[in-house]
């Protein structure tokens, strides 16, 4: 079974603050891949980074950095010095190595307050 | 080629009416997919195409629920008698399958209200 859990319903933090969404997940596949997603009040879901279960290196891609630990099964994800525009509904999903579908968690709502 | 491009973007409609939406993928996208997300929720799937073929359908697609892609291009969802709990956004995405795991393009959506 997949599960993707994100316990944090609501954050809020003042802009230009550093923010880290969490993210740990579920799977019994040896080969899957890890996604964050953002969703703006727009609506569309927006690709933001991907990392697959083989590489466990953590990357920093302008101000998004994210923490993949398959010991723990945690994809965290940063934002650095936050801005009001990355207040949004983000999303952690997991798919296996078919890309059947994914399993996407609750979401986490980040306010950044000007 | 614009993305992923869903119609209508909001649809009202009363308890036991059906109805229809569209999806048009990027062009030379062959895996389509629908999801559904409620108030609160992350997406869940419900089905997918590989061109024409449906090749898996969660249990979440009721009788109610068909989906075509009759020329492997666009695809529309139906909702047949609808319910209150049918209320929700249904989500269309699409990607090459050989690169899903560079994740999918979704469309904006079509938020479904149930009255």
């Known amino acids: 079974a997949q599960k993707v859990t994100q316990a944090q319903t609501e954050i809020s933090v003042v802009e230009k603050e550093d923010v880290t969404l969490d993210c740990v997940y579920e799977?019994?596949?040896?080969?899957?891949?890890l996604f964050w997603y953002k969703q703006p009040p727009s609506g569309e879901l927006v690709f933001l980074i991907r990392r697959n279960s083989f590489d466990e290196q953590n990357e920093i891609s302008g101000r998004y950095s994210w923490n993949f630990q398959k010991s723990t099964s945690s994809f965290n994800f940063t934002i650095t010095a936050s801005q009001v525009v990355d207040s949004a509904v983000y999303f952690c999903a997991l798919t296996p190595s078919t890309g059947n579908q994914f399993y996407f968690g609750t979401g986490t709502s980040l306010t950044v307050i000007p | 080629d614009t993305g992923v491009s869903q119609n209508p973007r909001h649809k009202i409609t009363k308890r036991g009416q059906n109805v229809t939406f569209r999806c048009d993928p990027i062009?030379?996208?062959?895996?389509l997919y629908w999801y559904r997300q409620t108030l609160g929720q992350g997406p869940e799937f419900l089905t997918y195409?590989?061109?024409?073929?449906?090749?898996?359908k969660s249990r979440l697609l009721s009788d109610r629920f068909s989906a075509e892609r009759p020329k492997g291009s666009f695809s529309t969802l139906e909702i047949q008698r609808t319910e209150q709990g049918d209320s929700a956004m249904y989500l269309c995405?699409?990607?090459?399958?050989?690169?899903?795991?560079?994740?999918?393009?979704f469309g904006s959506g079509t938020r479904l209200t149930v009255v």
């Open positions: 062009s030379e996208h062959n895996r």
């Open positions: 995405a699409s990607s090459l399958e050989t690169a899903v795991d560079y994740g999918y393009t």
């Open positions: 799977t019994r596949d040896t080969t899957y891949y």
């Open positions: 195409f590989q061109n024409e073929a449906q090749l898996e």
